[in-house]
Nanobody, 115 residues
Framework: QVQLVESGGGFVQAGGSLKLSCQAS???????MGWYRQAPGNQRELLAR???????SYADSVQGRFTISRDDAENTVYLQMNSLRPEDTGVYYC??????????WGQGTQVTVSS
């Protein structure tokens, strides 16, 4: 069982930045890591994914504004969010998909962007 703990969420004005962190309780080496967002009334959506060693992909809605990165030595994945918009408001979840198909989620961290 892998525990994922997100941090770094908060309240920010439009145009601002936040950096989210996701600390894993086990090694993330070899695993696909992702960040998802769920806004009120909406389904959880994939925002960014990073595959070993560092191949990234992004949803169109965050391309050019968000950057996902990983530090396998620290078992941590990050999401740098710039130029935040009110529509970026939601609960942000970290996801780990292991090489064996095991799927884990964090508890989420709230991000609120005011206009």
């Amino acid at each position: 069982q892998v525990q994922l703990v997100e941090s770094g969420g908060g309240f920010v004005q439009a145009g601002g930045s936040l950096k989210l962190s996701c600390q894993a309780s086990a090694k993330i080496f070899g695993s696909n890591m992702g960040w998802y967002r769920q806004a009120p009334g909406n389904q959880r959506e994939l925002l960014a994914r990073i595959r070993p060693p560092a191949k990234t992909s992004y949803a169109d809605s965050v391309q050019g504004r968000f950057t996902i990165s990983r530090d396998d030595a620290e078992n941590t994945v990050y999401l740098q969010m710039n130029s935040l918009r009110p529509e970026d408001t939601g609960v942000y979840y970290c996801n780990l998909l292991s090489a064996w198909g095991e799927n884990y989620w964090g508890q989420g961290t709230q991000v609120t962007v005011s206009s």
